[in-house]
């Protein structure tokens, strides 16, 4: 039954999908958007591999829909809940690991466990709408609010922010880890998704 279940979220192709994307990472991560919106306060500088870690997520989140979602839900036991709550908790931690993938082609000395927080943090977003929606639109959500904390630390750097940048270097561990827990128990409470999520985006009309 466990093994019905790893094959009806395509397992064999999201390894294949996740090492793609850290090559990815490892090509263009080490980059930086510029936004400078402001006359007053430095330019901000989120790192590309936080948008590698979101594509990821996204991507995995796709491949990882549950197809048999109907069985899943009359299904006795708590396997399919367990199956689920650990689908989400290794599409998280797969999407993270662009961060590391990327490590050995810093600088010397270069601070990088404040991204490997982030792209947790944004990586657990997409996780954690995805059973309220689709993966697109929970990738697509994330990506806005991840540009608009970024707007939002060049304009108002005094702001409180969910993700660290660079000028702080330190990571929102307590923010990461909330919503990995919260998106990993979403992800058990629904089997992958909500009822309206799927009537909505993957019923046969």
Same mark, same amino acid.
């Given at each position: ?41 430095? *330019? ?35 396997? *399919? ?11 998280? %931690? ?9 490590? *050995? ?17 944004? %990586? ?33 750097? %005094? ?17 990461? %880890? ?28």
């Amino acid at each position: 039954m466990t093994r019905v279940l790893l094959a009806s979220r395509s397992a064999q192709w999201v390894l294949l999908a996740a090492v793609a994307m850290w090559a990815l990472a490892v090509a263009i991560g080490r980059r930086a958007l510029e936004i400078d919106l402001s006359a007053t306060f430095p *330019p901000t500088k989120p790192a590309v591999v936080e948008l590698c870690g979101v594509v990821t997520a996204t991507l995995l989140a796709i491949l990882t829909r549950p197809r048999f979602w109907e069985w899943d839900r009359i299904a006795r036991g708590a396997r *399919p809940r367990a199956v689920a709550a650990a689908v989400a908790a290794s599409v998280i %931690g797969l999407s993270a690991l662009c961060v590391p993938a990327v490590v *050995p082609w810093l600088p010397a000395g270069a601070s990088w466990t404040w991204v490997l927080a982030n792209v947790l943090a944004l %990586g657990a977003t997409v996780l954690l709408l995805t059973p309220l929606c689709n993966p697109l639109l929970a990738g697509a959500v994330t990506v806005v609010a991840w540009f608009a904390a970024a707007v939002t630390a060049n304009l108002a750097p %005094g702001v409180w922010l969910p993700l660290a940048d660079y000028g702080v270097q330190s990571g929102r561990w307590a923010v990461a %880890g909330a919503l990995v827990v919260t998106a990993v128990l979403v992800h058990a409470g629904t089997c992958g998704k909500t009822s309206w999520a799927h009537r909505q985006f993957d019923a046969e009309r």
